[in-house]
């Protein structure tokens, strides 16, 4: 390849990596951050990426998750029109960067808490810089007492990843479930990452158990939740493990399950990131080995 070649690839490479850039750049200036007050002292922000939570009260401001890095001063804005003065601690549900994006921001001035297994995957991450890091890590849970309330994190196994926690208000009839809850979708099970399908249904299983017809269910995406909608959620997971199990069992293949299609129940569930293939795609390399 002579020079000039060479100068038109990179330039046509860099041209191409500009437009993605300010593709996003747009994508994300379009973004509305929104505020939904649950309790005196509990707030859920929507945004783009993960619902975050938030305890405002007389001992500052704590947030569940901080959506990408780009949103960062937007979901600031929206934590001063709730009060005044930046986190003084940051949770992190899992480690995805939809939920951990905007840790470099906030953790300049908060502490992050997570699971040991999050910390060992963003540290991993040279993108990562030292203050975007957890600082604060625990293997099964950790308390956290907070504007007259005890937050509790707790790890309840592999499910969507290794490394997951759900957080649950002592004194309050909310929970944030980060990436163990997509309403009404069929949910991202990060195999890869250590996710688990049994494991997901389980932990749903075990949240379910905890909470009642009052709690208010902050999705890691998704609208404000009731019990009624997470009961239904587990159906669906409950529903497709058991019709994948029964495709195992027959001895079909991935290709032949594909053929055929999810069964009329099931129909409804899809959506842009994980569509009907995609979720047999998981029950099937997620089952496989059981």
């Known amino acids: 390849m002579n020079s000039m070649a060479r100068f038109t690839l990179t330039s046509l490479l860099l041209y191409c990596v500009s437009i993605s850039y300010t593709a996003a750049e747009d994508k994300f200036a379009q973004v509305k951050i929104s505020a939904t007050k649950l309790t005196e ?10 619902n975050i939570g938030v305890s405002a009260g007389e001992d500052g401001v704590l947030i569940i998750d901080d959506q990408f890095a780009p949103l960062a001063d937007k979901i600031s804005a929206a934590l001063a029109d709730i009060q005044t003065g930046k986190p003084k601690y940051i949770v992190n549900t899992h480690y995805h960067g939809d939920h951990t994006g905007g840790n470099g921001f906030f953790g300049q001035t908060g502490a992050i808490f997570a699971h040991d ?3 060992k995957r963003l540290a991993s991450d040279e993108n990562f810089s030292p203050e975007a890091l957890p600082s604060i890590t625990y293997e099964q849970g950790i308390k956290i007492h907070f504007n007259r309330d005890t937050l509790h994190l707790v790890h309840l196994g592999a499910a969507h990843t290794d490394g997951d926690s759900v ?3 002592r004194n309050a009839p909310v929970v944030h479930m980060g990436d163990l809850f997509f309403k009404d979708r069929f949910p991202y099970i990060d195999l890869k990452a250590g996710g688990s399908v049994l494991g997901y249904r389980d932990s749903v299983a075990t949240i379910l158990a905890r ?5 208010k269910i902050i999705p890691g995406h998704g609208d404000l939740a009731t019990k009624q909608d997470l009961i239904r959620f587990k159906k669906m997971l409950d529903l497709s493990i058991d019709w994948m199990m029964q495709q195992l069992k027959a001895k079909k293949s991935l290709d032949e399950i594909k053929q055929q299609g999810l069964p ?3 129909q409804g569930w899809g959506w842009k990131f994980i569509s009907q293939e995609t979720w ?3 029950l099937y390399n997620g089952l496989s080995e059981q």
């Not at 002292?41 to 993960?50: D, E, N, P, R």
């Not at 909470?211 to 709690?215: H, L, N, R, S």
Request: charged content about 20%; glycine content about 12%.
């Open 41 to 50: 002292h509990i707030y859920m922000l929507s945004g783009a990426g993960g």
């Open 211 to 215: 909470v009642d017809e009052d709690t």
């Open 117 to 119: 297994n999050v910390l």
């Open 280 to 282: 047999i795609d998981t």
């Open 167 to 169: 957080v649950f208000w």
């Open 264 to 266: 009329e129940a099931l």
